[in-house]
């Protein structure tokens, strides 16, 4: 038994310290080029539902269409910084999919993070949001919803911050949801 447990220890070691699998993709749009990289491993469901969409092309010619800074959200207790786009045709929307919350997937709602927008949980199909500065109410448990089941967190900005933070300054004057939108040219994945 004194031997085989330090072997245990290392092979656990070993399982743990495995490099998780990611996949990268570029959200080019009318503002600049942003890259993400998600996490399949950590959100399967939430990640093959966003892969799902760009593989299909139904993300092209989409858009960024809400922006909700601090200033523009007078009747919520909890503020957020959130640009989110992803607007698909209804008609062309996949089935809602089960809500990967951040308590069983360790991602968090970090400056950055990519999460799915939803109203109800198991609700979320196409809309997606990026968080500006750390959102924790956005997490399990968090106050921004009334459920308390947070929002699906399922990767990261690693590249183009600047146009995402550009495109939530735009259009001061008109509350949330603005027009022109920032039109997502297209998202694919990259090596």
Sequence with gaps: MKRTLPLLISFVFVISAAPQKI??????????????????????????????YAA??????????????????PNNPVK?????GGDV???KQFPPI??????QTGLHHLD???????????SATCSFFICINDQPSLDFGGKRNPDGQGFAAFGKVTSGMDVVKKIQQLYPEQQQYFKPPVIIISIERIQ
């Design 23 to 52: 996949t990268k993709c570029l959200l080019r749009t009318s503002s600049g080029d942003i890259t993400v990289e998600l996490y399949p491993d950590k959100a399967p469901v939430t990640v093959a539902n966003f892969l799902k």
């Design 56 to 73: 299909a092309h139904l993300y092209d010619s989409s858009s960024f269409f809400r922006a909700v800074r601090l200033d523009n959200q």
């Design 80 to 84: 957020i910084e959130v640009i989110q």
């Design 89 to 91: 045709d209804s008609l």
């Design 98 to 103: 089960p809500l990967e919350t951040t308590r």
């Design 112 to 122: 950055g993070t990519i999460s799915m927008a939803r109203s109800t949980p198991a």
